[in-house]
C-alpha cells in the first residue's frame, strides 16, 4: 500500500459569469453541503431536514448563521481539497461553452442526497457506454439571448439565428440519443441520459418560424416573411431598374458631349447620381448637387428627371427597413412567451453535456464507478465490513499529468497545471523516484468512527487524508473515482475540513487561534452523516494542552459525526484506541535504512515522528542528535504524568460546561412550553369566538331567507288565485306582473343570497373529469369542456371555443348541478310549476327546432363593432377569436375586414364558420361593404 502528498496543481479559474446569471440557472446553481437543522420535543435531539428552506422553530437568526457559516466550510472544503483544480480537469472534456464555463468555476452540479448522487453516477455510467460522442455543436448558451427579449429589446437577425441554432441542436442531440439506444437494443441502459431531455419542448415550431423568415447564412430578412416585404421589395427592384436605366442614359450623354472620361453612375447621401466636370455641370440642368471629389473636379449630380425615382427609392428603402423590423419584432415576442421552456431546454443540454463530460473523464483516467455503502453497515455487530473500502487510488490532479502524455486531443491549461505539478512536488515529495504518483489503499471498519493517522512529515499524511475527502466528494457529484477496484464509501452530506495554518494579522489569530476558530465552526455544523478532516489537530500550543483538548474534541466528535480523519504528532491520541472501540490508528511506514517514507499506510499501527532520524539525514552535528536523545529519554516519564493530569482536569471541566449549558437548555425548553400553552389556550379562544359569530350570522341569514320566502310564495298564491278567476287570455299580463313582483324581492335579497353556502355546498366535493361541462365564473358563466384531469393544487384546463385556459375548482361548477339547482331554488309551485315547466319545454323545444334564437334588430355601435383592417392575417385571426370569446350572449358583433387583398376576409370567415360560438352570419353587402355580421350565441 502506497501513499502520496497532495498539493494544488490548477490554476484557479477567473469567475466569468455574473451572479445574476448564475441565479437564474437552478441546474448550475449547486445548493450548500450545509445541511439546515430543526429543533424537536426534545432539547437535546436535532433533526435533519433534507429541505434546503427549513427553519429553526425557536430562532430564524440561528438556522441562518448555521447555514452562513456551513456555506462559509463548504468554500474553505472546496479550497483545501483543490475541488476547483478537479473541475478544470473536467472542463476539457466539455462539449459547450456553457459547460466548460461552468466547471471552470467550479459550479458543477453535487447530489444534494443519495438518491441524487446515485442518479448524477447513472448518467456517468450511460455516457460511458455511449459507442459515440454526442453532437453538441450549435448548442451554445442563448440565456443572454433570451433575457434581452423579455427585457423588451428587438432581437436581431445573428440572435435569432443563434436561437434557432440552439434548438435544432438540442433536438438533434435528443434524436442521436434515440437513435444510439434503438439500434443497441438498451434503453434500459442509456435511461438515464435519456430521461434528461426526454420531456422537454424542443419549440420546433419557432425554429421552423425563424428558418422560414430568415436566411442565416446570409443573414438577411426573406421576401418570404411577409407579403408586405415582398410587395416592396418587388416595388424597390423595378424602380431601381428604372433608374438605372435613366441614370445610365444620362451618363453615356454627358460622356459623349465631353463632361466626362467615362460614364460614372453612383450613390452619394442614399441617392443616386452621375459623375460630371464641374466645369461641364450645364449639361445637366436643373440637376441637384449631392457632393463633390476631393479634389473639387467632379461633381457628383442627380439629374432632375431621376429626382422621384429616388425620393420613391428613400420611401420603400425605409418601408423595407421598418417591415422588417417588424418581423423581427414578432419572432423576439415568440423568443418571449417560450422563455421558460428554452431556459429549461438549455438547462437540460448543460445536463446532458455535464454528465457526457463526466463519462469522458471517467475513460480517461480509467475510473471505477463508486458505491455507497448502506446505513445498516455501520452498525456495531457487523464488524466485518467496511465503510470506505477503496483499493489503489490515485489523486487525479498528480495523475493527471502522466495521463495527458498518453492522450491526444485534451486541451487541458498545461501551463497552469504544470506549475501546480511543480507546487505539488516540491511540497509533498509524493511522488516515486521514477516520477509516478503512488496508489494507496483506504479500508476503515464499518464500526469505526475516527481514524488518527500518525507518521513524519513529508510521509504523506495529509495528501492520504487529502485523496479520501476528494473521493468523497467526487462520488458525491457522479464522478468516477481513479482506483483499482470498485470503491466503497459512505454518503457525506458535509465534508469539513481544517487544512493549512489559519494565522492572520488582518484578524489577530495566532496560528493555534485560527486552528481552533475553525474547529468551533465545524462543531456548531456538524451532522451524523459529516465527514470531518482535521490536520495536526491540537498544534501549535503547548503540548498537554494539546493534547487534552484534541482527546476532548475527537470523543465529542465520535459521537455525532459520521467519520473523523485526523494527522497528529501526539502519540498520546494514539492511545485512545485502547479505551474506545471506535478509534482506529494509523501510521504513514518509514524506513529507517534509506530515511526516505514509502508513502504506504500501516492501519492499526502508530507511527513515529522520526525527528531525528530526518535530522541526521539532512546532516546534523552528531553531538547534538545525542544530546537531543539523552532530553527525550528524561523528559519523557515525567512529560507523561503531567499530560494524564491535566486532560482529567480538562474534562471535569468540560463536564461541567455540559452540565451548565443542559441546566440553560431545560430552562429554555420550560419557557417555550409555558409559551405554547398560551399561544394554544388563545387560538382555542378564537375559534369559539369564530364558530359564536358564524352561527349567529347564519341564523340572521336564514331569518332574512325565510322572509324572502314567505314574499315570494305570497306572490305565487296571488297569481294562482288570478289564474284560476281571471281571463284566460290576461294570462301574459298577470304573468309579467308576477314576473316583476319576485324580480323585486331578489333583487332587494340579493346580498343575502349571494351570502348563501348553499350552491357552494352542493358542488364543492365535486371533481372535475375530462369530458365534462363546466359553468366557469372567469368566462362569465359560460359553458366550457374539461380537457385536463385536475392537479394536485385543484387547477384544471377548459376550453371555450377555441380559447383554452387553466381555472381552479372553486371558480367552476358543473352544468348539470348548476341546472338543477337553479330549478329548485326559483321554479314556480303547484300548477304554476307545471305551467311553467310546458313553457319552457315548449322554449328549448323551439330552440332545437329553429337552431337559433331571435336577436331583435342588428344596429352597429362601437362596442360590438370590431375593425381588422390594416392587420396581418394572424394579427386579425387573434383579434376575432378574443373578440368572440369577450362577447356576451346572444349578441351581434360587426367585423370590418375591409376589401384589400382579400387575405383578411378569407381568415375572417373561416373562424366565423367554425366557431363553436357563432350561429350564423351574414357576409358584406351593398349597405355593409367590407363588413361580416356575426350572430353569436
Excluded at 150 to 164: K, Q, S, T
Excluded at 242 to 247: A, F, G, P, T, V
Excluded at 339 to 366: N, P, T
Excluded at 895 to 905: C, D, F
Amino acid at each position: 500500500m502506497k501513499a502520496f502528498a497532495f498539493t494544488p496543481i490548477g490554476r484557479t479559474p477567473v469567475l466569468l459569469f455574473p451572479p445574476k446569471s448564475r441565479l437564474r440557472h437552478p441546474f448550475i446553481s449547486r445548493p450548500s453541503q450545509a445541511t439546515c437543522f430543526k429543533v424537536s420535543n426534545s432539547a437535546n435531539e436535532k433533526t435533519q431536514s433534507s429541505s434546503p428552506d427549513a427553519k429553526l422553530v425557536v430562532s430564524d437568526y440561528l438556522t441562518d448563521e448555521k447555514i452562513r457559516v456551513a456555506e462559509e466550510l463548504r468554500q474553505v472544503a472546496e479550497e483545501a481539497l483543490e475541488w476547483r483544480a478537479v473541475c478544470l480537469q473536467l472542463s476539457a472534456f466539455a462539449s459547450t461553452a456553457a459547460t466548460r464555463e461552468v466547471c471552470r468555476n467550479g459550479m458543477i452540479p453535487v447530489g444534494r442526497d443519495r438518491t441524487e448522487s446515485n442518479k448524477l453516477l447513472g448518467q456517468t455510467a450511460a455516457a460511458v457506454a455511449l459507442p459515440e460522442k454526442l453532437d453538441f455543436v450549435g448548442a451554445e448558451d442563448v440565456s443572454e439571448i433570451v433575457r434581452t427579449a423579455v427585457d423588451g429589446e428587438v432581437l436581431n437577425i445573428r440572435e435569432l439565428c443563434a436561437v434557432r441554432r440552439s434548438l435544432e441542436s438540442a433536438k438533434e442531440v435528443f434524436e442521436q440519443l434515440v437513435l444510439i439506444s434503438s439500434m443497441l437494443d438498451s434503453s434500459d441502459r442509456y435511461f438515464h441520459l435519456l430521461e434528461i431531455l426526454e420531456n422537454c419542448d424542443f419549440l420546433t415550431e419557432l425554429a421552423s418560424k425563424v428558418a422560414f423568415c430568415i436566411n442565416c447564412n446570409l443573414s438577411i430578412v426573406l421576401d418570404q416573411a411577409s407579403p408586405k416585404l415582398e410587395s416592396i421589395r418587388s416595388e424597390r427592384r423595378q424602380n431601381m431598374e428604372r433608374m438605372e436605366s435613366l441614370l445610365k442614359v444620362e451618363s453615356t450623354r454627358v460622356f459623349q458631349a465631353g463632361g466626362i472620361e467615362r460614364p460614372l453612375i453612383t450613390k452619394r447621401r442614399a441617392r443616386m447620381c452621375i459623375g460630371v466636370r464641374a466645369s461641364q455641370k450645364f449639361l445637366l440642368p436643373e440637376g441637384v448637387l449631392l457632393s463633390t471629389s476631393s479634389s473639387g473636379a467632379t461633381y457628383f449630380m442627380e439629374p432632375r428627371s431621376a429626382v422621384e425615382l429616388n425620393n420613391l427609392e428613400v420611401m420603400l428603402s425605409t418601408s423595407e427597413k421598418a417591415e422588417e423590423l417588424a418581423i423581427l419584432d414578432i419572432l423576439t415576442f415568440e423568443v418571449r412567451e417560450s422563455e421558460a421552456k428554452i431556459r429549461h431546454l438549455m438547462e437540460k443540454i448543460l445536463e446532458l453535456d455535464l454528465a457526457c463530460a463526466r463519462g469522458a473523464y471517467a475513460l480517461w483516467m480509467d475510473g471505477k464507478c463508486p458505491v455507497f455503502c448502506d446505513d445498516s453497515e455501520r452498525k456495531p455487530f457487523n464488524e466485518d465490513s467496511f465503510s470506505v473500502e477503496i483499493e489503489g487510488i490515485h489523486h487525479p490532479l498528480l495523475l493527471e499529468p502522466f495521463l495527458r502524455s498518453l492522450s491526444s486531443g485534451l486541451s487541458l491549461e498545461v501551463d497552469s497545471l504544470q506549475n501546480r505539478m511543480e507546487v505539488a512536488t516540491s511540497q509533498t515529495g509524493n511522488l516515486s523516484r521514477t516520477g509516478t504518483p503512488i496508489p494507496i489503499d483506504i479500508k476503515i471498519g464499518a464500526a469505526i468512527k475516527v481514524v488518527v493517522i500518525s507518521g513524519p512529515n513529508t510521509g504523506g499524511k495529509t495528501a492520504s487524508m487529502k485523496t479520501l475527502g476528494l473521493a468523497s466528494l467526487m462520488s458525491k457529484a457522479g464522478m468516477f473515482l481513479p482506483a483499482k477496484e470498485q470503491p466503497k464509501i459512505p454518503w457525506f452530506d458535509q465534508i469539513l475540513v481544517d487544512i493549512g495554518d489559519q494565522q492572520s494579522l488582518e484578524h489577530n489569530l495566532s496560528t493555534f487561534s485560527g486552528h481552533i476558530s475553525r474547529l468551533c465552526k465545524i462543531l456548531r455544523v456538524t451532522t451524523k452523516k459529516s465527514l470531518v478532516i482535521i490536520d495536526e489537530i491540537g498544534s501549535g500550543t503547548d503540548p498537554s494542552e494539546g493534547v487534552a483538548l484534541s482527546s476532548s474534541i475527537l470523543q465529542y466528535l465520535a459521537d455525532c459525526v459520521n467519520l473523523v480523519v485526523v494527522t497528529t504528532h501526539y502519540a498520546d491520541l494514539s492511545l485512545l484506541k485502547k479505551s474506545d472501540s471506535r478509534f482506529e490508528n494509523a501510521a504513514m511506514e518509514f524506513c529507517t535504512e534509506t530515511l526516505q517514507p514509502t508513502y504506504r499506510i500501516l492501519w492499526g499501527g502508530t507511527g513515529n515522528s522520526n525527528a531525528l532520524s530526518i535530522a541526521k539525514s539532512i546532516g546534523f552535528d552528531q553531538k547534538v542528535l545525542n544530546r537531543a536523545q539523552q532530553w527525550v529519554e528524561k523528559l519523557a516519564p515525567d512529560k507523561q504524568k503531567a499530560r494524564h493530569g491535566l486532560l482529567y482536569q480538562s474534562l471535569l471541566e468540560e463536564r461541567s460546561m455540559f452540565k451548565n449549558q443542559a441546566g440553560e437548555a431545560a430552562s429554555l425548553l420550560s419557557d417555550i412550553k409555558k409559551l405554547y400553552v398560551e399561544i394554544q389556550s388563545e387560538a382555542d379562544d378564537l375559534d369559539m369566538r369564530e364558530m359564536a359569530l358564524k352561527a349567529k350570522e347564519s341564523r340572521n341569514l336564514q331569518q332574512e331567507l325565510k322572509t324572502a320566502r314567505d314574499q315570494m310564495e305570497a306572490v305565487i298564491k296571488n297569481f294562482e288565485s288570478q289564474l284560476q278567476n281571471g281571463n284566460p287570455y290576461q294570462f301574459n299580463t298577470i304573468m309579467t306582473k308576477s314576473g316583476f313582483a319576485i324580480s323585486s324581492i331578489a333583487s332587494a335579497n340579493q346580498h343575502v343570497i349571494n351570502m348563501v353556502p348553499e350552491e357552494e355546498d352542493r358542488y364543492g366535493s365535486y371533481t372535475p373529469k375530462i369530458g365534462d361541462q363546466v359553468f366557469v365564473k372567469g368566462l362569465g358563466d359560460k359553458v366550457a369542456v374539461v380537457i385536463e384531469a385536475p392537479t394536485g393544487g385543484g387547477v384544471t384546463m377548459v376550453q371555450y371555443g377555441k380559447l383554452k385556459v387553466r381555472v381552479k375548482k372553486n371558480d367552476m361548477r358543473p352544468m348539470q348541478t348548476s341546472m338543477r339547482f337553479m330549478a329548485n331554488s326559483s321554479g314556480p309551485r303547484d300548477g304554476a310549476k307545471q305551467h311553467q315547466m310546458k313553457h319552457d319545454k315548449r322554449f328549448f323545444k323551439d330552440i332545437q327546432e329553429e337552431g337559433e334564437v331571435s336577436f331583435g334588430a342588428a344596429v352597429r355601435t362601437s362596442k360590438n363593432t370590431l375593425n381588422l383592417r390594416g392587420m396581418r392575417a394572424e394579427e386579425a385571426s387573434l383579434s376575432l377569436e378574443m373578440a368572440i370569446a369577450a362577447a356576451k350572449s346572444n349578441s351581434v358583433l360587426f367585423v370590418i375586414h375591409g376589401v384589400g387583398t382579400g387575405i383578411v376576409k378569407e381568415h375572417a370567415i373561416s373562424i366565423l364558420r367554425n366557431h363553436p360560438r357563432v350561429l350564423k352570419f351574414e357576409e358584406e353587402s351593398p349597405m355593409n361593404h367590407g363588413c361580416t355580421i356575426a350572430y353569436l350565441k
